[in-house]
């Protein structure tokens, strides 16, 4: 039974055949996977950072670049689309998950050195059995929303094209960032888990997103750990994502890659 009500959700669902079309597509594409670079000299001067997501614990999947930046004085700023109240609650009400995973967002941004956390406001819808979806915001209005904040930032860092692991909030938050920085015609921007067809964990990768910028984490195990460990209510799902102990999500992924988009890239899509 629950196969069957699994497969009628997906069939319903229009983020599977989405996913389906890239999945099909991909197969008449050719990627360079050799990086363009492997430091953020080539990104120029950056004084400032922003680092936008669509749930707290998404930050982790960034913060060894966020290390990187921090250590060479870059103010970081994370805006979160919502609180992820929408995410299992055990024996807590919605309210209470938003809440714990506010401070668990903070205590993880204070570790790596986050300057500034601001959540949008938005909130997390709950799931219905194998289907989970986007707050109810258009891009286009989310993207008018974060524009001051881009508009001071000299680097964006976001989700990937396909959302990593195709979550309808992850895609959200990269159509606004998207459109967004159709405005500011000189600034890039990065996307996090670029296309490594040996990632250590498959499932989270953008694999039509080409990797520009490679970076080795590996000196900052410490803090991404203590960065991810602040997530206590969602250590379960990494141990998942990285199929053993939730530590192994740091200790398995010793490089960041990221792919830089321009302003363009829409355009040219």
């Not at 299992?88 to 500034?116: F, I, Q, W, Y």
């Not at 949008?120 to 194998?130: C, K, N, T």
């Amino acid at each position: 039974m629950q196969v069957i009500r699994k497969i009628w959700q997906r069939l319903g669902d229009p983020v599977f055949y989405r996913r389906r079309a890239c999945d099909l597509a991909r197969r008449w594409k050719s990627f360079d996977d050799e990086p363009k670079a492997n430091s953020l000299d080539t990104l120029g001067e950056i004084d400032t950072a922003l680092v936008f997501v669509a749930h707290p614990d998404d930050e982790t999947f960034c913060s060894g670049i966020i290390c990187e930046l921090v250590e060479r004085g870059v103010e970081v700023i994370v805006l979160c689309l919502t609180k992820g109240e929408g995410g299992p609650t055990g024996d807590s009400t919605r309210e209470e998950l938003g809440a714990v995973r506010t401070e668990e967002m903070h205590a993880s941004c204070d570790v790596l050195g986050v300057k500034r956390v601001e959540f949008l406001g938005h909130i997390d819808p709950v799931a219905e059995g194998y289907r989970v979806f986007a707050p109810a915001v258009s891009a286009e209005d989310l993207a008018r929303q974060i524009q001051p904040e881009v508009e001071k930032a000299d680097i964006v860092i976001s989700h990937g094209s396909s959302g990593e692991y195709w979550h309808p909030a992850h895609l959200l938050v990269f159509a606004a960032a998207e459109r967004a920085l159709q405005e500011c015609q000189d600034s890039g921007w990065l996307t996090f888990l670029a296309r490594q067809p040996d990632h250590p964990i498959p499932r989270l990768v953008n694999l039509d997103d080409p990797v520009f910028l490679s970076l080795d984490v590996r000196r900052h195990r410490e803090k991404r750990w203590d960065a991810l460990s602040s997530h206590t209510s969602q250590l379960g799902l990494f141990a998942k994502f990285a199929g053993g102990r939730p530590e192994d999500c740091v200790d398995l992924v010793t490089t960041e890659n990221y792919c830089l988009r321009r302003p363009t890239d829409r355009e040219s899509d």
